[in-house]
């Protein structure tokens, strides 16, 4: 009699576990604030109607900045492997100075930006030499 007894709390528990495991798990995936605060993303597209030969500033969700609000980013930006050329990208504080200034990404790498504070406005600028630009920040 102990031993079922043993044996029903053991299985319960752990499809107590299992089940609140695969519950988190499944809020952080399909729940899109949720996920966007673990797995903050940022994403962005240059495309022709735009000066090749200046700096053009990148807008994210509408946004001419972006803040690195949640511990969770990487501060990785990644040109795009489906970009049209490599990009010199520019980082500036908000109605302040350049903070990194030209950093070279070519297709399909991605860079760390080192020395960016959180809850901090940046506005991204990039300057490359063809169209279509697709821009990853993570």
């Not at 107590?16 to 995936?29: K, P, T």
């Not at 053009?56 to 990785?76: A, C, Q, R």
């Not at 980082?91 to 080192?114: A, Q, R, W, Y």
């Amino acid at each position: 009699m102990k031993n079922k007894k043993k044996i029903a709390i053991f299985f319960v528990s752990f499809l107590g576990i299992f089940l609140s495991v695969f519950s988190c798990y499944q809020i952080i995936q399909n729940v899109s604030i949720v996920h966007q605060f673990f797995f903050p993303k940022a994403l962005a597209t240059l495309d022709s109607e735009r000066n090749l030969d200046e700096w053009n500033t990148v807008y994210f969700n509408g946004e001419d900045y972006l803040i690195f609000d949640s511990i969770f980013w990487d501060k990785l930006v990644t040109n795009d492997a489906n970009s049209a050329c490599e990009i010199f990208l520019r980082v500036k504080e908000k109605n302040s100075d350049v903070i990194l200034d030209e950093l070279k990404i070519p297709i399909g790498t991605s860079l760390f930006l080192e020395g960016l504070d959180r809850n901090t406005q940046y506005i991204f600028e990039v300057k490359a030499s063809q169209e279509d630009v697709f821009i990853n920040i993570s």
